[in-house]
Every structure is written in structure tokens, then in C-alpha cells.
């Protein structure tokens, strides 16, 4: 398993480095050419407005991997260890079924664009090629979300937040 997940995060990290490259370097071209020659590409903005959509997507993965998704760990920050775990599991476990819904309903969403031969207005690819990255995040997701869990039950991760160290990391 844990071969997998440096894997995993591999990939999740080369994925983001080319998207934001490619987005970044798409703005700037477009940019030289519409002030500079009067010109433009014109599927570079549905492009970089795509992979802006999947980079954040692969980035919900990775903000749970690092512990930096949004959360609200008040409740676990004041109770005691035994109680605040019991929550973060419970959190684990709504993640989960948030993650199982998106990998669902996002292969409906894929299947019924490819069915119905739904393209992009300017690339003229096929919509579900864009949208198949909800099941894809969805089993991002849920990989990251077990993973948590499993730190939780075996003890290599803290359900109680360390506000100590949360200042410390802000500069406080």
C-alpha cells in the first residue's frame, strides 16, 4: 500500500506541475500575441479554463494528503483525544461517501455527454473527456480519505489539531 501511495502522490504532483506549467505558459503566449501581434489562438482560454478546472480538482487530493483541505476542527481542537478522533472518523466516513456520490454522479455526467456527442465550443473535443475528471477526483478522493482513516485507527496520525503549532507555522 504504501508503494502505491508514494505513486500516487507522484502522479498527483506531476500532474499539478504540468497543468499550472501548461495554463501559465497558454496565458502568456496568448497575451504576447493579442498585444503584441494583434492576434490570438483561439481554443488556448477554453484550454487553460479546463485545466485550471482538473488542476483544482487533483489539488482537492492533494490538500487532504498534506492536511491543508479546509476543515472545521474547532469541535476537535477542545476535546479530548478519545472524542476527537471519534469526529475525524466520522469526518473520514462522510469524506468517503461525499467521494463514492462524486465518482457516481460524475460517470453519469461523462457517459450521458458522450452519449448525447456533446463537444467543447472551441476545441471541439468531447465534453466527457473534460468531465471525466469527477470520477477520477472521486477516487482521488476516497484513496486519500481511507488513508486518513487508516492513520487515525492505527495511531500514525493525531485527531487533535496543535494550535501551538498551527501559530508557529503562521509566524505568530
Known amino acids: 500500500m504504501g508503494r502505491f501511495l508514494k505513486v500516487l502522490d507522484r502522479t498527483e504532483d506531476a500532474a499539478m506541475v504540468a497543468g499550472l506549467a501548461l495554463a501559465t505558459v497558454l496565458v502568456v503566449i496568448q497575451v504576447v500575441l493579442r498585444y503584441v501581434f494583434n492576434s490570438s489562438i483561439f481554443w488556448a482560454e477554453e484550454l487553460v479554463r479546463y485545466t485550471i ?6 489539488g482537492a487530493g492533494m490538500g487532504l494528503r ?9 469541535l476537535q481542537t477542545f476535546l479530548p483525544e478519545r472524542p476527537a478522533r471519534l469526529v475525524a472518523l466520522a469526518g473520514v466516513v462522510i469524506g468517503c461517501l461525499f467521494s463514492v ?8 455526467l461523462v457517459r450521458h455527454a458522450l452519449a448525447m456527442g456533446q463537444l467543447s465550443s472551441a476545441m471541439r473535443i468531447p465534453m466527457g473527456w473534460v468531465y471525466l475528471i469527477l470520477p477520477i477526483a472521486g477516487v482521488l478522493q476516497f484513496v486519500r480519505f481511507s488513508q486518513i482513516g487508516w492513520e487515525l485507527h492505527t495511531g500514525r496520525r493525531t485527531a487533535r489539531i496543535d494550535i501551538d503549532h498551527l501559530a508557529r507555522e503562521a509566524g505568530v
Open 66 to 74: 498534506n492536511g491543508k483541505h479546509i476543515s472545521v476542527d474547532l
Open 53 to 58: 478546472v482538473w488542476t483544482a480538482f487533483i
Open 101 to 108: 456520490l462524486l465518482f457516481w454522479y460524475g460517470l453519469a
